[in-house]
Nanobody, 113 residues
Framework: QVQLVESGGGLVQAGGSLRLSCAAS??????MGWYRQAPGKQRELVAT???????NYADSVKGRFTISRDNAKSTVYLQMNSLKPEDTAVYYC?????????WGQGTQVTVSS
């Protein structure tokens, strides 16, 4: 069992930046990622990072968001720059340790225009 705790969400103006953090309760050497869910929409992938630090991004965030991980701290980060109002959502941390998938409780990101 793994607990994931997100932090770093908040309210920011368009064009601003936020950095999300996700701390795991124990060492994880598996794929991790960030997903988001806006009101009335399905949860969607934002970015993922493998245990070898290969990354993948949704087209909508490429060039603006950067995912990274610190295995020594069991933490994954999401640096979000040039934020847009359409980035407003609850952001969820995710960790995959086959056959299990774990989710954090979510952190709200609100971008005002």
């Amino acid at each position: 069992q793994v607990q994931l705790v997100e932090s770093g969400g908040g309210l920011v103006q368009a064009g601003g930046s936020l950095r999300l953090s996700c701390a795991a309760s124990r060492s994880i050497f598996v794929d991790m990622g960030w997903y988001r869910q806006a009101p009335g929409k399905q949860r969607e992938l934002v970015a993922t990072i493998t245990s070898g630090s290969s990354t993948n991004y949704a087209d909508s965030v490429k060039g603006r968001f950067t995912i990274s991980r610190d295995n020594a701290k069991s933490t994954v980060y999401l640096q979000m720059n040039s934020l847009k109002p359409e980035d407003t959502a609850v952001y969820y941390c995710n960790a995959v340790e086959p056959p299990f998938r774990y989710w954090g409780q979510g952190t709200q990101v609100t971008v005002s225009s």
